[in-house]
Structures are given as C-alpha cells and as structure tokens.
C-alpha cells in the first residue's frame, strides 16, 4: 500500500493503465500517458460510486486525504446533489401553503428567481459565499439596497432549510450582509403648507381620472399610509358612511392593528359620491383597465409629483403636513396626534393600544383639518 509521496512519485507508466491503493476506498491510477489521477470508491446512497478527485501533483497526496475524507462524510451524513433550483421549489412547496396572499407569494418567487437563476443548476452544497455575494452585489450596484436586503434574506431562510435537510454542510448567506450599505433615512418629501393653495390649483387642471383625484383628496383629508386608501374595500365593511367612521382592518395597517378614522364632512361626501358611483363592490380605487385590482400606489403619487415638481411632495407628505401644523397650532395634544397617524408609543406597545383612543379629540382634529384642506381643494376664499 502507497503511503507516502515518494511512492507515488516513482509510480512508471505501463503499457496498461494500472491502480495502486492508499486504503480508505482512495487510489491513484497511472495512465501509459503517464499521467496520475486521484480515485476514490465509496458508498452513496446505498451505491457504490467511483468518482475521480483531480490529478496529482496538482492534487498532493495530503490534499486528495482530506478531499476523500470529507466526500466519505458527506455520503454517511446524507448530503444530497440537490440543484439550487430545485431546492427553491422544495422550499416553496413546504412554506408557501401558508401565505395568504397571492401576490406575496408572486414576490417571494420573483426575488428568489432574480438572485438564483445564475445558480439554479449548482449544486446546493457547492455554493459558497463568493456566489452568494456575487448576486447581492449586483442588486447593491443598481441602487436597490432595500431589495439586496430582502433577497438574502430569502437566500439565508432557503439555506437554513437545506441545512436543517442535510443537503448542505453550511449556510454560504453568513456575514453576507455585512457588504450591504446601510439604508439612508430620507424624510418624505413635503410642501410647505403655504403652498398647498397653489399645488391644488395646479393639481386641478391635471388631466387624469376622477377617482384618482378624489383618492388624493382624502389623502390629502386623512394622512393615511399610501397604501391603507389604495386597497380599500367597499365590500369589506370597513366604511360606515352614516356614522363617519372608517375602520381599518389589521391586516392592512402597519402595525397590524385596527384602527379608526373619523370621517369630517367633506371627506364623508367624497366617499359616498364614490360609493354612489361604484361598478362592483370590491376596491373604491380600481386599477385603469384593470378593474378587478385596486389602484396602484404610484398612480396618486405620478399626479402629485407633477403638480408639486419632482422631489418636492410625496403622498406620504400629508402625513407630515397634518402632523407639523396641527403640533404647531397647539390645539392637540401630541398623543391624539400620533395616534391619528396611528403611530403605537413605544413605552406602551401593542396590546396597550385601544383604537378608539382619544376619539372625541381625534374627530375635533379631522373637522379641524378639513374646514383648512377644504379652500385649497374647492379654492374657496
């Protein structure tokens, strides 16, 4: 038995290629070319595989020991050739039942296919940090740090799942993250309230459909997120038109929690106008040509920047609006402010928050708000 590299070293090629064993399934063959190649036998999966480790010298004997130990503990331990892509699938498979939503699920997958489609046909075990990094670097080098971070992620929770399987040694997503730039804090853009006169008459000689003007409005009325007007729903009962109230399910506010708004009169008569007008009883703001999905965020938000310039106000911006003037009027206390916004205090948490806090106060604020909203909307003097 060869034990040493001398040995191998003084290995003459023959006529015929010939093997010589090193024990433990590792061999060295010798071809009449006299080139020397690494071979180790094994059991995989209850076979017994043949597999070639590379060439010596450019495999030493130490190096080729180690190669054949390490593959030997993998077939004992049950790591798989599982391909990336089909790792994706399986984890799908076991995750996704769970998801309520189906354009969560549509996301999910596209983010994944977007930083594995380069590796889908590697094997799992053999990624390494470097491809891993590889992918988010190219995300980082577009701008999109926020879906870098979304994305890995991803990576990190399909690799815990396939190392939880035995299909990898470790996770390649580790320190990872620390090559991801920190996220600047940028402050939504917002107008002066000086100038909300001007914006609306600017606002109003737009060319763009009624319902996204009137979206804009109660934007405009309640400082509600974005998104919460976006996918409102007249069939979901979250709107009581005779009392004034909106009641936000959980599920779509932020903090998950339900939350109030009262509803001032002029506000009211858009939504019943709306309510009035509606083709269906599914979203208050449909999708142009798409009428069976709600209005796209960046539909108001396309129109306001047009009539402000760009980076000078944002929907999110009359959130900032209400809450700098109404702090400033000093007619409110801060906390009917934020919970207006529906901003949880930290000191007091989730199962503190009662969403009828300060309700007769709350409903004073929005009458408040909307009789000065209401001359820059209808340019009454």
């Known amino acids: 038995m060869i034990t040493k590299d001398t040995q191998i070293k003084a290995l003459k090629p023959e006529d015929k290629r010939y093997s010589k064993s090193l024990g433990d399934g590792l061999s060295i063959d010798v071809m009449p070319s006299g080139k020397k190649s690494w071979v180790l036998a094994y059991v995989k999966a209850g076979k017994r595989t043949r597999t070639k480790l590379g060439t010596y010298p450019v495999l030493s004997l130490k190096d080729a020991r180690t190669l054949a130990q390490e593959m030997q503990r993998q077939a004992i331990m049950g790591y798989n050739d599982i391909l990336v892509e089909d790792l994706v699938q399986e984890w799908l498979s076991v995750y996704s039942p769970a998801w309520t939503s189906q354009k969560y699920h549509d996301t999910v997958v596209y983010r994944l296919e977007l930083v594995t489609h380069r590796i889908a046909k590697v094997k799992a075990n053999d990624v390494n940090r470097a491809m891993i990094s590889n992918e988010i670097s190219l995300l980082i080098a577009n701008g999109t740090i926020e879906t870098a971070n979304r994305c890995l992620r991803l990576l990190n929770s399909l690799f815990d799942y396939a190392l939880a399987k035995d299909y990898v040694q470790n996770n390649p997503c580790s320190l990872v993250s620390k090559m991801i730039p920190s ?91 709306l309510y009035t007008n509606r083709t269906n009883d599914e979203f208050v703001f449909k999708k142009k040509n798409k ?17 402000a310039g760009a980076g000078k106000m944002t929907t999110h911006g009359f959130r900032s609006l209400l809450s700098t003037h109404a702090n400033a009027s000093k007619e409110f206390d801060k906390d009917v402010i934020e919970r207006h916004l529906a901003h949880v205090p930290e000191n007091k948490g989730r199962f503190a928050y009662n969403r009828a806090d300060y309700w007769d106060e709350r409903v004073r604020l929005m009458e408040w708000w909307a009789d000065i909203v209401t001359p820059w909307i209808y340019h009454q003097a």
Request: charged content about 30%; glycine content about 2%.
């Open 183 to 273: 996220r600047k804090v940028i402050n939504m853009a917002c107008l002066p309230i000086t100038e909300m006169p001007k914006f609306w008459t600017k606002l109003n000689y737009l060319d763009m459909q009624h319902e996204t003007k009137q979206a804009i409005a109660l934007y405009n009325y309640l400082a509600c997120r974005p998104s919460e007007l976006a996918k409102a729903r007249w069939d979901s009962g979250e709107f009581d038109l005779e009392n004034g109230i909106w009641l936000l399910p959980a599920d779509r506010m932020k903090m998950r929690l339900e939350h109030m708004i009262p509803l001032a009169e002029k506000p009211l008569e858009i939504l019943r106008d």
């Open 291 to 307: 009428p069976w999905e709600h209005m796209p965020t960046e539909t108001p938000l396309a129109a306001i920047k047009r009539a």
